[in-house]
């Protein structure tokens, strides 16, 4: 209830105003943990470019442990992805603004730092993602090149025309030889026309 009133941070959560920052008032049980959110991130993105967030203007503190007493996304994908070694972090660009959070949890934890590459959301003509969330029809698997050819130029590359059935190997090889991250638009989202 207290953050209903709050600004909104970047990724279109409120933004928490830093109530018990310096220690609950009297009669309250803390609930939830949070990072204080302190210093401006720097990044580069393969795709996005450039990245500068004020954590405390752009963020707020952020929780790590939700009240449920469940681990928080944010520190959940931190442990995570060092636990495992991920040097390279490809994903939509809905969750680049959670990216700063993610570096300044692994600057707390001594963690290395991977190298992000955030592709463009995939949208329908309202401007919602295409996800199982918005009910979004599924890519038809047969035939599965067809559904290829339309990520490969949504992704910013123009692969010939091949006939539908043509071996799908074909497809990738040509993908393989010709792809290029710097293809890819730089943009957060774009209206999938040919996934329908």
Not at 4 to 10: C, Y
Not at 20 to 46: S, Y
Not at 55 to 65: E, F, H, N, P, R
Not at 148 to 170: I, K, Q, V
């Amino acid at each position: 209830r207290e953050l209903a009133d709050q600004p909104l941070a970047r990724d279109g959560s409120r933004r928490y105003p830093g109530t018990c920052r310096d220690g609950l008032p009297p009669g309250r049980t803390g609930r939830a943990w949070r990072v204080r959110a302190e210093g401006v991130v720097h990044f580069c993105d393969a795709v996005q470019g450039e990245q500068e967030i004020d954590l405390a203007a752009d963020a707020g503190d952020y929780v790590v442990k939700r009240a449920d007493g469940l681990f928080a996304y944010q520190l959940a994908v931190v442990v995570d992805d060092a636990e495992a070694g991920v040097s390279h972090v490809v994903r939509g660009a809905d969750l680049l603004d959670s990216t700063a959070r993610q570096i300044h949890l692994l600057g707390l934890l001594g963690q290395p730092v991977p190298t992000y590459a955030h592709l463009p959301l995939a949208t329908n003509a309202a401007g919602e993602k295409l996800s199982k969330q918005t009910l979004a029809r599924a890519i038809d698997a047969h035939p599965p090149q067809a559904a290829l050819l339309a990520a490969l130029r949504f992704l910013g590359h123009n692969p010939p025309d091949m006939p539908a059935a043509a071996p799908l190997a074909e497809t990738w090889a040509w993908a393989q030889a010709h792809w290029s991250l710097a293809a890819v638009p730089r943009r957060r989202q774009a209206v999938a026309d040919g996934f329908f």
